[in-house]
């Protein structure tokens, strides 16, 4: 993507609020207008107060000829009273804008998060199989502020100094046309010095961001498996990587530094030294008697105040560099194909039976001509409300299987209907507000035990909450807490044990009553007499819906309408638990190979 499109496309978000943009300009032009006018009194000052020059004829004009503007002292006293006005207008009008423009700016970060966090919800999990977590929260924290820097440092400034800069060339020129074209040589100046650094700052830009997030991933995985690195002893050398991962992003923030101060160097140097040609050729036409003192101050005023608005021409200028790489950045994830997506026709139905079929399907992870198959020709009919335990090898695709059916994943080849009903036919909400699932890893988010409970029913009951944590075997280690069902879990859940996250997790589940319910590995963490009670209280919670379970407890699956053996990705036999043990073949052997063990 082209920089200038990248603008143009940041741009939209600034079209929603043109009213506000225009209100904001207004109040800068405002404070422009009294910066403008803070040298004019000056002149008067020094050619007809402290001189005897007349007043010019604008001056009169404006005064309507008064006769009191002869006297020398009202004349000072109102050129002092308008310096002051100035100088207290430009000071209010600018924490106006400051105050204006950090609002204004602030809204339009809140809606760039917004969409970026929306779409962020509806990419399929094969995104996140190739971005890391880390550099996805520093694009949704740090980059979306390109849409303020947009405003703050370019348009409002930009639009500010150009206009400041016109006023002054003018009453520039209305002085002395000559110094007033030298001056304005500045601006092809800056374009040359614009041109040379323009691809250097890109460059080292992009890098920098590139650099910072792979450093916020690698900090983000770390703090995430610190239990893991301190029970191997492996401080060191993560330590080690952390110092590569600085050491990269603090060169490549030091290139891009460099890079940066060194166009805005020679911007100031070009501005410096046309200042310079200005006073002296000003100096030498004062000396002359072609200009007089206080029009030659009015002209040293501006030339020092040229430098404000150039400077400030110069930051946006460089500013846009910067902006085009973040923003590369955000449009990156908001271009990304979204895999799994609502047809534009999709209709609920009235309601769920729970039927589901699986029709020739295959799948691997990844683009179908770039992955490898993980599933290959899946048939297989569940009819509502049976229970159906998958087994088999571990990377046999159990988990895979049941991905699809909450479409975290749509299939390469074939279909998944249910009740007769092609997946992709309904409303995304609508499926997966239907399926209950417990993961193989059990995720709790920081909030109290009620409200994780709770989360896939937020309008259940504390009675109804109390009952889905019994059933889950729960509510025993619950009560004992200090605060009980308030007790707020730590944010990775490390505040209790494995089984009692799988226990939580499962009780989210059952609250949830959704027709359909996944349970992958739901008890792996759990005790012999525990896991027993969970699958006695199963069967009174599930009754009536249909069941997946995966798990490698094959004693817990004995009662299961219908058990299916995966390997290699592909259905090797199913039957019920009696058939299959009578074939010998591999739900057999694993099942009797744990029975000996």
Not at 126 to 152: C, E, M, P, W
Not at 341 to 349: E, R
Not at 367 to 392: S, Y
């Amino acid at each position: 993507m082209k920089k200038v499109s990248l603008l143009f496309r940041l741009l939209r978000y600034v079209s929603n609020y043109k009213l506000k943009l225009l209100g904001l300009i207004l109040i800068a032009l405002t404070g422009v207008g009294f910066e403008v006018l803070k040298p004019l009194p000056i002149k008067v000052i020094i050619d007809s107060v402290l001189s005897t020059k007349p007043l010019p004829n604008s001056v009169l004009n404006l005064a309507g000829n008064s006769a009191w503007m002869a006297d020398k002292g009202v004349l000072l006293v109102c050129c002092l009273a308008i310096m002051a006005i100035s100088a207290a207008g430009s000071a209010l009008f600018s924490f106006w804008v400051t105050s204006y423009m950090a609002g204004f700016c602030q809204r339009l970060v809140n809606d760039l998060s917004i969409e970026l966090y929306n779409k962020l919800q509806r990419l399929s999990l094969t995104f996140y199989h190739h971005n890391k977590i880390g550099d996805l929260l520093q694009r949704l924290s740090s980059d979306v502020f390109v849409i303020y820097y947009l405003v703050a440092q370019i348009i409002v400034p930009a639009t500010s100094s150009v206009i400041s800069l016109g006023a002054m060339f003018y009453i520039m020129a209305s002085i002395n046309l000559e110094l007033a074209l030298v001056a304005l040589s500045i601006v092809p100046l800056l374009v040359i010095a614009l041109l040379v650094f323009t691809k250097p700052m890109e460059k080292t830009t992009e890098r920098q961001y590139q650099n910072f997030g792979s450093l916020s991933a690698f900090v983000q995985q770390s703090l995430a498996s610190m239990r893991v690195i301190q029970a191997f002893a492996r401080e060191n050398l993560m330590r080690r990587k952390m110092e590569t991962h600085v050491l990269d992003y603090n060169q490549s923030f030091l290139k891009a530094t460099q890079v940066s101060a060194g166009y805005n160097q020679l911007s100031s140097l070009i501005t410096g030294l046309v200042a310079v040609i200005v006073v002296g050729l000003g100096a030498v036409q004062g000396m002359n008697g072609t200009i007089s003192a206080g029009d030659l101050f009015v002209f040293l005023g501006y030339i020092t105040a040229l430098y404000g608005p150039v400077n400030s021409l110069s930051i946006a200028i460089g500013t846009s560099v910067v902006i085009s790489s973040r923003s590369k950045r955000l449009f990156e994830i908001l271009d990304s194909q979204e895999f799994v997506t609502d047809n534009p026709s999709a209709i609920a139905p009235s309601g769920i039976f729970g039927q589901v079929q699986f029709e020739n399907v295959d799948f691997g992870y990844g683009l179908q001509n770039e992955g490898k198959r993980t599933l290959r020709n899946i048939n297989l009919t569940v009819p509502a409300g049976q229970t159906v335990a998958i087994v088999g090898p571990t990377g046999a695709g159990k988990s895979s299987l049941i991905s699809l059916l909450s479409r975290f994943y749509d299939p390469w080849k074939g279909r998944i209907t249910l009740d007769g009903q092609d997946l992709r036919d309904l409303p995304l909400p609508f499926l997966r507000e239907n399926v209950a699932l417990v993961l193989q890893e059990p995720f709790l988010f920081p909030m109290t035990i009620a409200e994780n409970i709770g989360f896939g029913n937020p309008d259940a009951t504390p009675d109804e909450i109390r009952a889905a944590a019994q059933a889950a075997q729960a509510h025993d280690f619950i009560v004992r807490l200090p605060q009980g069902y308030d007790t707020v879990i730590t944010e990775t859940g490390t505040s209790l044990s494995g089984g009692e996250r799988q226990r939580i997790s499962l009780a989210r589940a059952f609250l949830k009553q959704a027709p359909i319910l996944i349970l992958d590995e739901p008890t792996s963490a759990l005790d012999a007499l525990t896991e027993a009670k969970v699958f006695a209280a199963l069967n009174s919670m599930t009754f009536g819906k249909t069941v997946f379970i995966i798990t490698h407890r094959l004693s817990a699956i004995k009662h299961a309408d219908l058990i299916i053996t995966l390997k290699d990705g592909a259905i090797v036999e199913s039957g019920t638990h009696q058939n299959l043990l009578a074939t010998g073949n591999t739900y057999a052997q694993m099942y009797n190979h744990q029975q000996i063990a």
